[in-house]
């Protein structure tokens, strides 16, 4: 007897979130696009910052990144940075129970079970180790926290859990709603806090 099962749909979600410096005001943008069918899922970030004072650009930074999970693993990336002109690519692939990157600075072997520092999901509270997207290091990591925490978007007050994620580089904030999505993330980025907080529907970018 055959049978014939017939292919999940495709689930789509777009995360959209406004880059705020805490004395420049708004930024930039960020952009996750999450493309989820049957146990796959495509991760697309996009990022666009220019930081102007007194109108003269002294930060340009802008990304474009593709994650490939399988099985809530990661088994590749791409992606192009280029901060003020300079193009940094990195690749990433799954190979065995390792994740091999290769970027400016040569080919790193990582454990299999690392996690992106783009926390599009909840997954990241199970990492141990962190991968930087933008330059490929990766390094230990400690996730801590889950406490409510009441978050302010929008003129609306939302219940969170916030988590904490510290390593050597990445000193980081993130308040999750009870559909595990992030609604803002604070990153120490040269010193200055940078919040990503999402945007709400219908509202101005």
């Excluded at 980081?172 to 999402?198: F, H, Q, T």
Aim: some cysteine.
């Amino acid at each position: 007897m055959l049978i014939l099962f017939a292919a999940m749909p495709a689930l789509a979600q777009t995360l959209d979130y406004d880059v705020l410096h805490p004395w420049l005001g708004k930024i930039g943008t960020y952009e996750n696009q999450i493309l989820q069918q049957n146990t796959a899922v495509t991760v697309k970030s996009r990022l666009r910052v220019v930081a102007r004072v007194l109108g003269i650009v002294v930060h340009r930074e802008y990304a474009d990144r593709t994650e490939q999970w399988r099985d809530g693993r990661l088994v590749g990336f791409t992606g192009v940075t280029t901060i003020n002109g300079h193009s940094a690519a990195i690749r990433g692939e799954a190979h065995g129970n390792v994740f091999v990157i290769t970027g400016p600075d040569g080919t790193t072997t990582a454990p299999g079970d690392l996690t992106p520092n783009n926390p599009w999901s909840c997954d990241f509270m199970h990492g141990t180790t962190v991968f930087a997207v933008n330059t490929g290091t990766v390094e230990p990591a400690q996730v801590t926290g889950g406490q409510p925490a009441l978050l302010e978007i929008g003129g609306k007050s939302t219940w969170t859990r916030l988590y904490r994620v510290e390593s050597a580089q990445t000193h980081a904030r993130i308040w999750l709603d009870d559909r595990c999505v992030p609604l803002r993330m604070d990153v120490i980025n040269n010193g200055a806090n940078i919040s990503l907080v999402l945007r709400q529907p219908g509202e101005a970018q």
